[in-house]
Every structure is written in structure tokens, then in C-alpha cells.
């Protein structure tokens, strides 16, 4: 069993940063990806960013120069440094952890980021 917990969500003006923070908790062992996921009003869910145990990562082009996706092992912690922030990056943002054995995913409750003109 696994537990993710975001925070760090608020509403910031446009221009803006904020760090979304997910917490874990659990079984942790066999979670070699780590990744961050969003949905704003009226859209699909969709991918933001992804880091792997080995430390590569990998953006949407949408937030590709603006956020950056870390993690601290120590913390058990997994980190998503949001700059430039524009009315457009408004969703509630998710953090996700798969297990490499089946692909099982493993989502948060969510964090609302809303950014303001």
C-alpha cells in the first residue's frame, strides 16, 4: 500500500512561481517513477512531468523552461518547482508513482493551482 499526499497548491498571480510538494508514505520499495500530472476545468488529464529512479526526467513541452520536477529520498518526498506561471497552467495537479513489477499506478488526491491575469 502506498499513500501520496500533495501540498503546496494556492493562487498566484500570472508571472508567478510555486513548489508543489507530494509526500509518500508506505510501501515505497519497487516505485522506480515518480511523476506529476494535472487537469484543468473542463479538460482530460494530462502529463506534466516525470522523473525516473535514475534521475532523468522528462517535461510536456506546455512547462518545458518553466517547471522543474525533483525528488529527495531522504524526505521521501517528490517535488514539482513551478516558474513563469500563466492562467493556462490552472488544474488541480496530481502526483503519481508507478511499480516497475505490473505498471501499477498510484495517484494522490490532488493540489489546486489557480493562477491569475
Known amino acids: 500500500q502506498v499513500q501520496l499526499v500533495e501540498s503546496g497548491g494556492g493562487v498566484v498571480q500570472a508571472g508567478g512561481s510555486l513548489r508543489l510538494s507530494c509526500a509518500a508514505s508506505?510501501?515505497?520499495?519497487?516505485?522506480?517513477?515518480w511523476g506529476w500530472y494535472r487537469q484543468g476545468p473542463g479538460k482530460q488529464r494530462e502529463f506534466v512531468a516525470v522523473i525516473t529512479s535514475g534521475g532523468s526526467t522528462s517535461y510536456a513541452n506546455s512547462v518545458k523552461g518553466r517547471f522543474t520536477i525533483s525528488r529527495d529520498n531522504a524526505k521521501n518526498t517528490l517535488y514539482l518547482q513551478m516558474n513563469s506561471l500563466k492562467p493556462e497552467d490552472t488544474a488541480v495537479y496530481v502526483c503519481d508513482a508507478v511499480r516497475t513489477v505490473g505498471g501499477f499506478h498510484y495517484w494522490g488526491q490532488g493540489t489546486q493551482v489557480t493562477v491569475s491575469s
Open positions: 508506505g510501501s515505497i520499495f519497487g516505485l522506480d517513477t
